[in-house]
């Protein structure tokens, strides 16, 4: 919709103002070997999809000093080799350059010209400017994949630049240290210039508030702060594998609230002065393999919500440096992770019910563990308790009474649980694949039997919310009436059908082992009424389950309220719902592509229920996120929307730039990505998609 607006709009301008504004290839064919007056041309914004982009010296023919003659230019925005040689400039009143995929070496800017915007991505250019240049009025600059760039220039004649990215310039080796005094510089971004090795030794960059180094590999050491930069709140240095230490000065980040050091694999210490960022919310240490010292003096951040001291994996050795003692003083603390690091039940905090905020506990890969600790019973506030790969745990008892999460996959000593479906009153995601042990004891097979029962099911359907779980079998329950062989099912949709049904429950049988990312379950809906398909639509669940075991198999249920059809099909008004009939076509599969072995579905009719009241919610946030960012399979037709549970390790930035895609390449915007609570409806071709991150991690992240 905006685009046709915009277009609409350059047409009432062009013809007001004749070749003022040109947004096609004829267009400009037509006004430069028309010898048309290049004078009036005030911007170029090439729209057109049907030449690529390295055709336009070929349907142009356009000469280096095009430019020269339009003296009034102030937006241009180009791809390819669209003259046939290195401009000789670029006009004075230029304000924004967007030029993708530039094919040369240098970039003729002059001095003192008026220029706001520069973006490239993905270009030859090897250098931008040399010396100090004058450009006063230069306020954001985006240069990403550059295959060519090794230096970034002096800025000091540029004091206004507000953002600065160098995404993925992957050959840049060099950052003069003018930068390092920037006054007005507020955003910061060289994720992934994996060969960066000499950066500013200080800052003193008053104005600045987001640094992101993620994936400089090869940067040796973090650079001295001044007191001046009291605005600092975002540190990224995801995968910086080069850094050691941190310098002490980092105390003086007196607003510092996100720091991320996940993945520093050569890390060896954290210095006391952490423990002075009174303001600091998140700390994230994941994968800080030598990590040898971490201070114990935690009282004073008393604003620390998310701490994440674990693994991803097994790395062959206990993590030594920790007094978790100390943790029980983190008294606003949400979010802790120890995974892979080895507790036995008798070093757990004694007091750990201090932790009177923790909503998120991340104990996977303890194979000290027996049973869960008693004191975790007593976290009164606990919604997610993950325990994957606890190989050595044999019981799962007494769980906090607030849990709405359990996550015990592939512990395979498990013998023993509880009663789930009345002790954890609202829980709604139970994960226990490939705990094959727990069908060996009938007292283990009962409680697993209650959680199919349709009164388990009633109890998230009666508050309308979804349900998910997986337990190691291979029996679909028998209330599901319909139910056959492999990844297809169709129910039949009645007349008035909408105004009775609450939602539906989905089964499916799976022998292929689960993997985290790619091989998670996914149901695809297609609703058929009189011939007529309408728009497919598919609901994503991750299941954060491992393998199953050898020849185990594993049972997935979903309950899946009516209201994500009306988000799914937003297009369709309340009344127009009343008038479908048919049949809706099911297809459960994991994402990998493995079909079901048998499937089944059953509906959920509203007239077995009353409306209750209940404190089960989705704690995480809703994001909206664009079909481009997602990289999807465009060949999808019609409307399609993805609801995905995200993982922790899929999301550590908390901020990123905004992309979208204009013809075959990526155009950068510089705006920052806004929050929305519900799906847009957008008039464009293709599929739309929009995620819901249950799990309470930042609006637009990334790795």
Known sequence: MHDLIQEMGWHIVHRSFPNSRLWQLQQIHDCVNGNKNLKAIEAIML??????????????????????????????????????????????????????????????????CKLVGLEMARGSIKHLWHGRKILPNLKFIHLANLCSLIWFPDVSGAPNIERLILSFCLTLETVHKSLGSHKRLVYLDLNGCRNLTRFPSRLEMESLETLILSRCESLKRFPEVSPCMVKLSQINLYSCSGIQELPSSIGYLSSLSFLNLTDCSNLENIPNSVCELKYLKCLHLHNCMKLNYFPNNLGSMNMLEELRLGFAYNIGRPQSCIDFHSLTRLSSLRKLDLSWIQIEEESFPKNLDALASLEELY??????????????????????????????????????????????????????????????????????????????????????????????????????????????????????????????????????????????????????????????????????????????????????????????????????????????????????????????????????????????????????????????????????????????????????????????????MPLRSRTSKRRRIKHIRCGMRQKRSNPVRRIKKGPLKVSYDFEGLYDSVVR
């Open 47 to 112: 729209m057109d999809s049907e030449y690529h982009a390295d055709d336009y010296d070929a349907n142009l023919g356009l000469s280096a000093d095009l430019f020269d003659r339009m003296k009034k230019l102030r937006l241009l925005d180009i791809d390819g080799k669209f003259t046939s040689t290195q401009p000789t400039l670029l006009p004075d009143e230029l304000r924004w350059l967007c030029w993708n995929e530039y094919p040369f070496l240098f970039l003729p800017l002059a001095d003192k």
């Open 363 to 652: 104990l996977s890969g303890n194979s000290e563990l027996v049973q869960l600790p008693s004191i975790i019973s007593h976290l009164s506030r606990v919604k997610l308790l993950e325990l994957n790969e606890c190989n050595r745990l044999e019981s799962l008892c007494k769980l906090p009474s607030s849990i709405q999460v359990l996550k015990a996959n592939d512990c395979v000593s498990l013998r023993k649980i509880g009663d789930l479906s009345t002790e954890g009153k609202w829980l709604y995601k139970i994960w226990l694949v490939n705990c094959h042990k727990l069908l060996e004891d009938e007292e283990n097979q009962r409680y697993l039997d209650k959680m199919w029962q349709l009164s388990f099911i009633k109890k998230c359907a009666t508050v309308n919310h979804r349900l998910s779980i997986a337990i190691p079998g291979s029996k679909i329950p028998s209330w599901i009436k319909q139910e056959k062989g492999g990844c297809r099912i169709g129910l039949k949709l009645p007349h008035k059908w909408y105004s009775n049904i609450m939602g539906f429950v989905v089964c499916g049988v799976f022998s292929w082992k689960f993997q985290s990312y790619d091989a998670y379950p996914t149901l695809t809906f297609k609703i058929v009424s009189d011939g007529k398909v309408f728009p497919r639509s598919e609901i994503n669940y991750l299941m954060d389950a491992t393998e199953t075991a050898e020849n185990g198999w594993s049972v997935w249920i979903s309950y899946m309220p009516l209201g994500f059809f009306q988000q799914m099909y937003h297009d369709l008004q309340p009344e127009d719902w009343s008038y479908i009939e048919g049949n809706l076509d099911i297809t459960v599969m994991l994402r990998n592509g493995t079909p079901s072995l048998r499937c089944g579905a059953h509906v959920i009719c509203k007239e077995y229920f009353q409306q209750i009241t209940s404190c089960i919610t989705d704690y995480g946030i809703v994001v909206h996120v664009d079909d481009e960012d997602l990289g999807y399979d465009e060949s999808i037709s019609g409307n399609t929307y993805v609801y995905e549970e995200k993982f922790d390790e899929m999301s550590l």
